[in-house]
């Protein structure tokens, strides 16, 4: 098999747990800071050495188009100013990486929007990336992956152990065997009861799939609320030879929920020079404040 050289980016979903703001904004273009959320991942994806992204959009989903589109007023606008350093900024996200997009009808469920990207990935193995998963990691973690990949030539999930009260918000895999941070999978439950799930190993949101998932998910029923699942599509693929999960070496951030972008948004400010000090000013602030009591403004 090949290397990868393929990422596939589904991001058509509604981002409803997000409204009003996700209204007429995309979920994936929320900032951390000063970045939008999928450009943390379409970044790990070229220090993986992936040079193609395909990202399948939906409905209301332009700012990402624009966001790694080049912006001749902008550049213009940026030069006509001597402002170098953020003319170097806008340019190094549109000199990125090469990116086509595939717009999905519907949000069918993320098995769905993978499939649709089966005419661009080809017979290849391919990459899939959740924007809503922030992985920070010495090596990137699907550099990790894609070194799994390569000795066990088999499809690879980024693995991470949580606790027994946050099992039922992921798909929790079935250990085979263990072999140090490399699992092979024999089953997995979608967000099983604590008392149900069969490991505290959690499916995370990167990838390695071989090209046979199209044929699964097209033959793949309709799950809850009409959605193709890609979890039924790799139980199925599990039937037909091994997958692995790497127990990747990282730091995870969840930003799919408005609590968990608040948490990421504050850990990546604190480690921002000029932000610091500020941030860490008002956060001391907020202690011991009377409920009801407004606080400083600035």
Do not use: W
Request: net charge negative.
């Amino acid at each position: 098999m090949s290397s990868i050289r393929k990422a596939v980016f589904p991001a058509a979903g509604l981002g409803t747990r997000f409204l009003p703001a996700t209204k007429a904004q995309p979920k994936e273009m929320l900032p951390v800071v000063d970045k939008p959320i999928i450009q943390y991942g379409v970044e790990e994806a070229v220090a993986s050495g992936i040079d193609q992204i395909i990202v399948v959009t939906g409905r209301d989903k332009r700012a990402i188009v624009d966001h790694f589109d080049i912006s001749f007023e902008l550049e213009h606008y940026l030069k006509d100013r001597g402002k170098t350093r953020e003319l170097q900024l806008v340019r190094k996200i549109s000199d990125m990486v090469d990116i086509t997009y595939i717009h999905q009808k519907e949000p069918l469920g993320l098995g769905h929007a993978v499939l649709m990207a089966k005419d661009l990935v080809g017979n290849e193995p391919f990459a899939v990336f959740l924007a809503d998963d922030i992985i920070r990691s010495r090596v990137p973690c699907m550099r990790q992956m894609m070194e799994v990949f390569q000795q066990r030539q088999a499809p690879v999930l980024a693995l991470y152990r949580v606790g027994k009260d946050q099992v039922s918000r992921y798909g929790i895999v079935k250990v085979k065997s263990t072999d140090g941070r490399v699992h092979e999978v024999e089953d997995m439950v979608e967000k099983p009861s604590a008392a149900e799930a069969p490991s505290d190993l959690a499916i995370l949101g990167r990838y390695i799939l071989t090209p046979n998932i199209f044929g699964l998910l097209e033959n793949t029923r309709e799950g809850v609320g009409g959605e193709i699942q890609l979890t039924d599509g790799l139980r199925a693929l599990a039937q037909q030879g091994p997958i692995v999960g790497l127990e990747f070496e990282g730091t995870y951030f969840d930003v799919g929920t408005p609590a968990g972008l608040l948490k990421t948004s504050i850990a990546f400010a604190l480690e921002r020079p000029g932000l610091r000090e500020e941030l860490s000013g008002y956060l001391a602030s907020l202690d011991g404040r009377s409920e009801g009591k407004p606080g400083p403004s600035q």
